[in-house]
């Protein structure tokens, strides 16, 4: 269950004025006949996804976790971003759990990929590559590269045993890769597009290898889909987060600046970036979404944020209970002056540092804010939270007269790029 707190916004927001609009939009999802309409199909998959799959996900995950030290996830932005916020979210950034998981085919870096390689020589790892074309340049390039050591490592036989692709259901050049060598495949629904697409196989697979409960994300994500389905403005959190988010940007905001308070919800932040921007970034429209840690960032940004230009406004994201807690201990000298937080939780002090930052940037800097929050992050909360935000996504572009689900500027650095590279055809 998400909460939604819009009491420092500042700004009064003409919720009324927005009734027909949003009732038009929603109609239009619900239907499935808005701008960019094929690529809806994440609107009503929590109920009707693929069970058979869903059950060789769970099967592929724990044959995983049984049989390697480490996965590696090669893929890049909706391919690779929702799964690491998932498993960071939900594990924290130390977990102790058996199976490691590496992310490679996000960057064209040649040190990190340098050195992800040799750090994998000595591991027992397997592959989860993640293309719905299997020509991503990047993830195309780290996926031989990984192909290569493995096959080193192990052989060919057991190199492609270790292999597991998820990419389109009958045509590209990895699915037919996958058909000619025998990986283990699943599927990206022609449907879904990469930034939807976390509650698919596409996200499923690696969340599930990393030990946490695919059923219970799907469970909140289903939940959210019947709550969030209607056009009642009034009650209905996601379009009231929308409609907010219309309304700065209708009076003289461009930045949205997402804010969490836990270091291991810092690809939250990461995931929304993309989500927000691909789908809103067109036609000279569209927020600019930022995203920040707190209290760090605090030490960085704080001072733009509390007295800097005025364009932007926070949506921070809070879970109201932490994964883990410490208490403050005594010390005897007392140097730091600290000891009046003797006994107190690390989880109380990072509160109170909420607090006293949402007033600061409120009262002080005439910052508006949003609150989204949830109990506790775990996996139930977090797929209805993935819900959630999609559908105020899709309900804030169509806001803009903009479809959500295509991303043509994104286009225009590759055909650079291939040209740069000599690629033929560029």
Known sequence: MVKLDLTNTIEKIDFKNYEEKVKEINKMINEKTGKGNDFLGWTTWPTDYDKEEFN????????IRDNYDVLVVAGIGG???????????LRGLYSNDKLEIIYLGNTLSSTYISQVLKYLEKKNFAI??????GTTTETSVAFRLLKELLIKKVGKE???????????????????E??????KTFVIPDDIGGRYSVITAV???????????????????ATAQKDLNNDDIYTNVCYQY?????????????????????????????????????????????????????????????????????????????????????????????????????????????KQAFEGTLRAHVDDGKVPN?????????????????????????????LLDINPFNQPGVEIYKKNMFHLLGKPGY
């Open 128 to 133: 989860n590559v993640i293309s719905k074309s």
């Open 158 to 176: 057991k190199a492609n045993k270790a292999i597991y692709a998820t990419t389109d259901k009958a045509r590209g050049a990895l699915k037919q």
């Open 242 to 350: 929308a409609i907010a988010r219309h309304h700065f940007y209708t009076h003289s905001k461009a930045v949205e600046l997402f804010v969490t308070y836990e270091p291991q919800f810092t690809q939250i932040g990461e995931w929304l970036k993309q989500l927000f921007g691909e789908s809103e970034g067109k036609d000279k429209k569209g927020l600019l979404p930022d995203s920040v840690t707190f209290s760090t960032d605090l030490h960085s940004l704080g001072q733009f944020i509390q007295q800097g230009s005025p364009v932007l406004f926070e949506t921070v994201v809070l879970a109201e209970n932490p994964l883990e807690d410490v208490e403050v201990p005594h010390d005897e000298e007392n140097l730091d002056g600290l000891n009046f937080l003797e006994g107190k939780k690390m989880s109380f002090v990072n």
């Open 79 to 89: 391919s690779y971003l929702g799964a690491r916020c998932a498993i960071e979210a």
């Open 370 to 398: 949003i609150v989204i929050s949830v109990e506790k992050m775990d996996a139930y909360n977090l797929g209805y939270l993935f819900y959630f935000f999609m559908r105020a996504c899709a309900m804030s572009a169509y």
């Open 56 to 63: 060789r996900i769970k099967e592929a995950a724990k044959e």
């Open 178 to 183: 996958a058909n000619t060598e025998g990986y």
């Open 203 to 221: 996200g499923l697979l690696p969340i599930a290898a990393a030990g946490l409960d695919i059923d219970q994300l799907m469970l909140g994500c």
